[in-house]
């Protein structure tokens, strides 16, 4: 099932919120949860179009510690 949305996460799934996590880059912040195998990215938020375009960025993405 597909849920495409601008509410939180927690808004819509409020029995399984997760600790989540900021992190800066360049032009903006990645948000996400860590897990032991690193930071799990789930939304990217900028002002640089750029950055949409990077797979690190993309949701899902493992970024190691």
């Known amino acids: 099932m597909m849920l495409w949305t ?6 819509i799934f409020p029995n399984s919120v997760s600790q989540t996590v900021t992190m800066d880059i360049e032009g903006g912040y990645l948000e996400g949860t860590m897990t032991p195998a690193g930071f799990s ?3 990217l938020i ?3 179009l ?3 375009l990077k797979s690190e960025y993309s949701p899902g993405y493992i970024r190691k510690h």
């Not at 601008?6 to 808004?11: A, I, L, T």
Request: net charge neutral; aromatic share 14%.
């Open 50 to 52: 750029k950055n949409y």
């Open 41 to 43: 990215v789930s939304r």
């Open 6 to 11: 601008v509410e939180p996460f927690d808004r």
């Open 46 to 48: 900028s002002t640089d």
